[in-house]
């Protein structure tokens, strides 16, 4: 590619880190939106336009669909609502927002030559308040959006009421809290990836550690941008969404923090007897409302093509088709939310009770939430709002008046843990509870490995260092291995006793260079496609825990232990030939040589440094580790610096790979 002529950096990049130096909050807001859009523009235009429905403008007709799916779910008429609710009523921080906003178009405003637009042959557009919180949202949407609701229906009217029995339950999958949760009926009404803190008492340095590595998309630039802000009265460093200037996981020297998704359930969909466009709705015909989109599809050379699509309103949100059936979707994030207020005031507190106060701004999607601060307190909360109603998991009969959300809990107020001794979480399940949360918790093996590991670490040596986070973050032990085996055991013919003996001489350890490695994988591979291929879902929709439940219990066919196993013994090369980090640019489709070079990656779906399926494309977005006293460290996977060609565009993948640190602050 021919080099093409930037301008000079506008901030400083200190061991890969975004470096933000102002005399006002105001300043450094520019400053910052100036910065992001130099470093990561194409990849904030990019993430603005899929939820706002506008990627075909940019990408052309292959992203159109992308974009019916997303204007039809309507998350940017929530970021719209969301923007005037905080013009309104936090006029402080709108006025950052708008700082922020205009950094972004200064930058543009010079011209800059921008590779992925020369190769488009199209021109950025300016940016306005209203697409950072559409990032907002859809960031919220990928972590509580979705329609698990109505592919679970599918199944269950495939494979029969027993999924149900199989999959509510999930009694194995180990609880992040040791007591149940209680949610009382007269409480006060309100509007995939690893954490875990230690105490200063188990801590060699003294202080409180907090280490969180969230398991997000892995992209060509990644998807976080690491910053540290020093302004009057917010100095705050972590990782930020690039189009988004506050801080997500990170820590101001006062506090820290760290995110993990519950996954809690605050979506439904609702079906209706409906007269074509009214809708029977508690006894009473009502006339669905109508929101005429028009989105467009534009080609390299700048021809448009136009299409037009009605979206259908009811009581409880917009409408969708789902296997040709239409049902209202009523999502938690299409309300005005204030996450941005929250982490804005997280990145300004200084003590635990700050720290709650900011996090009651703090909606959608419910967090795992992991605290310790300077001054020794650690805690966990799930933060987050939740709709209390009946069921929720299947959808509802909206013409009966089903699933009504009859209030919103403040999850922190129930759902809390100050001061643990130490604490994992792992996205599997909160905690026992007296109401409906979610049924598909990560399988608890992650969680109970790093658990099990820093229990090791302290009987050993009495404390756990930073260096033990690192090695905990790295491990790639699947102790999934412990339940296979069983199986196999139990359930298994001639193939499965070749391979429960095979994996009895192994270490469960998911290293690149190991044969047996590859055979356990293909094992559970085989074994999930057997169970669940042919009623047409998703391989990965139902955890792992309840697929060896339904074959113990027979509602699945425990001949596919045998099968699974035959399988498995055909592969012959070690793990890393078959199991690869493919890490892509929104262009690597067609432009290849804009993706991160595929390496070999140990890990797997189970295990610490989680590297799911054959062509690793989710994981740890970012590496985090927070020692009061021994300091911060980070690594990304991939550079700070969006541009291709840049040197820093790939600088800190192969350390990402490799297991490396950097010490920031």
Not at 422 to 445: E, S
Not at 494 to 514: G, I, P, Q, R, Y
Not at 515 to 537: C, D, E, I
């Amino acid at each position: 590619m021919k080099a093409v002529a930037r301008p000079p950096p506008p901030a400083a990049l200190e061991n890969y880190v975004l470096v933000i130096k102002a005399d006002s909050e105001r300043e450094a807001f520019y400053k910052l939106g100036y910065a992001h859009a130099y470093y990561r523009f194409f990849q904030m235009d990019v993430m603005r336009r899929v939820a706002e429905g506008r990627l075909a403008e940019l990408l052309g007709p292959a992203a159109l669909e992308t974009d019916v799916y997303f204007r039809s779910r309507g998350l940017y008429i929530s970021a719209a609502k969301t923007w005037e609710y905080i013009k309104a009523n936090y006029p402080e921080y709108a006025s950052l927002v708008e700082e922020y906003v205009r950094g972004v178009n200064d930058f543009l405003a010079t011209n800059p030559p921008i590779l992925e637009y020369l190769i488009l042959g199209k021109k950025p557009e300016p940016w306005r308040p209203e697409d950072t919180f559409a990032i907002n949202k859809l960031i919220a949407w990928s972590l509580s959006g979705g329609e698990d609701d109505l592919t679970l229906k599918a199944l269950v009217d495939r494979a029969g009421p027993w999924v149900l029995e199989v999959a509510l339950k999930r009694e194995v999958n180990t609880p992040i809290l040791p007591r149940r949760a209680t949610f009382s009926p007269v409480m006060h009404m309100l509007g995939e990836s690893n954490n875990w803190i230690i105490s200063p008492n188990f801590t060699q340095s003294g202080a409180p550690i907090l280490a969180n590595d969230p398991h997000l998309s892995l992209s060509a630039p990644p998807i976080w941008i690491f910053q540290r802000v020093e302004a009057p009265g917010y100095t705050v460093m972590g990782v930020a969404f690039p189009g988004t200037p506050v801080v997500v996981i990170g820590t101001n020297g006062f506090v820290a923090w760290g995110f993990t998704n519950t996954g809690v359930d605050v979506i439904d969909y609702y079906y209706y007897v409906w007269n074509g466009t009214k809708y029977l709705y508690n006894g009473v015909w009502l006339e669905a409302g109508k929101r005429e989109e028009v989105l467009k599809a534009c080609d390299a050379d700048g021809r448009c093509s136009q299409r037009t699509l009605v979206v259908l309103e009811t009581v409880h949100g917009p409408v969708i088709e789902y296997n040709g059936e239409r049902y209202a979707m009523r999502w938690l994030g299409n309300n005005v939310t204030l996450e941005a207020l929250a982490l804005y005031q997280m990145g300004k507190a200084r003590n635990l009770t700050e720290f709650l106060n900011a996090l009651k701004y703090f909606v959608v999607p419910s967090q795992n939430t992991v605290y310790a601060d300077i001054h020794g307190v650690v805690a966990y909360f799930a933060s987050g709002y939740f709709p209390i109603r009946d069921g929720g998991y299947l959808p509802f009969n909206g013409s009966r008046g089903e699933g009504e959300w009859r209030r919103l809990v403040w999850l922190p107020s129930v759902l809390n843990y100050v001061n643990p001794p130490y604490l994992a979480t792992a996205n599997n399940k909160v905690a026992d509870a007296n109401i409906y949360l979610q049924w598909r918790w990560a399988d608890r093996y992650r969680h109970d490995r790093i658990m099990e590991l820093i229990t090791q670490k302290i009987v050993a040596k009495g404390k756990v260092s930073v260096d033990d986070i690192k090695e905990i973050q790295l491990d790639t032990v699947d102790i999934s291995c412990r339940d296979v085996k069983a199986l196999l055991r139990d359930y298994g013919g001639t193939s499965a006793k070749k391979l429960f003996d095979e994996l009895n001489k192994w270490d469960c350890v998911m290293a690149a260079d190991s044969v047996a490695a590859a055979r356990y994988a293909t094992f559970v591979y085989t074994l999930q496609k057997l169970a669940w291929g042919k009623y047409n879902v998703s391989l990965t929709f139902m955890p792992f825990e309840v697929t060896l439940e339904a074959i113990k219990r027979g509602y699945v066919d425990r001949g596919v232990v045998e099968e699974a196993a035959a399988e498995a013994l055909k592969v012959d090369k070690p793990w890393g030939s078959l199991h690869t980090y493919d890490i892509e640019h929104v262009l690597g489709g067609v432009f290849p040589q804009l993706n991160y070079r595929p390496v070999a990656a140990p890990g797997s779906w189970f295990t610490v440094n989680v590297a799911p399926d054959f062509h690793v494309s989710h994981g740890p977005s970012v590496r985090f580790i927070v020692d009061f006293k021994e300091g911060v460290y980070m690594m990304l996977p991939g550079g700070p610096d969006g541009d291709p060609l840049s040197p820093l565009y790939d600088a800190m993948y192969m350390p990402w790979v490799r297991g490396e640190y950097v010490k920031v602050g």
